[in-house]
């Protein structure tokens, strides 16, 4: 029988990398504490994932207890120039995301074996994300004084009609009781939508009929996708156009910097796992069957990328918090009051 030197290289090359249509895995009692991920171009291989090894899980550590470090001094300075309450509670409950975030994220990288767990951890982040949109309008209407406030203010003016924020549709129209109140309720309505879209997720993964990134229509995740997508963005446009009809009256409490962080912390990292999720359903990212020798569902590795960046992140939110909503403010007011 005749065997081509291509044939050789070709028969060798396949001992470790296996090309078939329906992938033949090995048994579970032959990968112990292996890693094993489906690559681009559909091959099947033993390979290491920096998601699991020690040095990610420092490093996103490192990120992590130096935001929790910077956040909690700052909730700490914040309680010991407790002097406006009504503004302070809800700076420090905006504050607490950073450690949420944080340790959720860090967390679900740990445990990114463990099939879908961080799918029940995120869960809880979501939840907060909610209770943090709530509080930091609360906050913005406290700094006006109200609802009556702000309207006395703005009552009557028109709104600047512009295609590049948003509001060339608005042409004619000026501000009024009911566009506050859409503004309003257009934000709420995330805080809702959210919680109930995180238990949602927690039943379909226990049916198995959730995977990140999986477009299916028999899955949950379209349409978790879809439904998120419309809501994450009627709530930052809502804020966006609060934020230009009262953009004069909260310059005093340098609401630029506050805005921006609260929608990078939210509303982009949402669409940025969002777009992990796709990269692994396009084969961008490696898809892993087997993380240490334990069986992972489609849509773990985007998952794990993003809760390493999110650790990352974590600690610049943490720094632009500290500035955002500085304590210096509530320390002079600490100061002026006799002793």
């Known amino acids: 029988m005749n065997i081509s030197l291509e044939d050789m290289d070709s028969s060798a090359e396949n001992n470790s990398i296996v090309h078939l249509a329906a992938p033949i895995l090995p048994e579970k009692s032959d990968i112990s504490n292996m890693t094993i991920i489906r690559t681009s171009n559909g091959s099947i291989i033993e390979d290491q994932m920096f998601l699991n ?3 990610a899980q420092a490093l996103s550590g490192i990120f992590v207890w130096s935001a929790l470090l910077i956040t909690c001094h700052q909730i700490y300075t914040h309680l010991r120039s407790y002097t406006v309450p009504n503004e302070q509670r809800y700076i420090i409950r905006i504050l607490f995301i950073v450690p949420i975030y944080a340790f959720d ?3 679900s990288l740990l445990f990114i074996s463990n099939d879908q767990y961080y799918v029940y951890f995120d869960s809880v982040r979501d939840c907060y994300e909610a209770f943090v949109i709530y509080n930091f309008l609360s906050l913005s209407f406290e700094y006006l004084g109200g609802e009556s406030a702000i309207m006395s203010e703005i009552r009557g003016k028109p709104i600047q009609s512009s295609c590049l924020h948003g509001t060339c549709c608005l042409v004619g ?3 009024s009781i009911g566009f506050l109140r859409f503004c ?3 934000t709420l309505q995330f805080c809702v939508v959210k919680p109930i879209m995180a238990v949602i997720t927690i039943i379909l ?3 198995g009929k959730y995977h990140d990134g999986d477009f299916n229509i028999n899955g949950g995740y379209l349409y978790i996708t879809i439904i998120y997508n419309f809501s994450v963005s009627l709530a930052l446009y809502a804020l966006f156009l609060f934020f230009l009809a009262t953009s004069d009256l909260l310059r005093p409490y340098e609401p630029v910097l506050k805005f921006l962080t609260i929608k ?11 777009v992990l999720a796709i990269l692994e359903r396009c084969s961008v990212i490696p898809n ?3 993380i240490d020798g334990q069986e992972v569902g489609a849509g773990t590795v985007a998952a794990g990328w993003q809760n390493f960046i999110t650790c990352i992140e974590m600690f610049f939110a943490a720094i632009a918090l500290r500035y955002a909503f500085t304590c210096t403010v509530y320390q002079e007011k600490k100061n002026e009051v006799p002793g």
Do not use: H, P, R
């Open 53 to 55: 090894t020690v040095a």
């Open 105 to 107: 994220s860090w967390l």
């Open 173 to 175: 129209m000026s501000y």
């Open 184 to 186: 309003k309720q257009a």
């Open 205 to 207: 993964q226990a049916f």
């Open 264 to 274: 990078s912390v939210i509303f982009l990292s949402f669409w940025q796992g969002m």
């Open 288 to 290: 892993a069957l087997f």
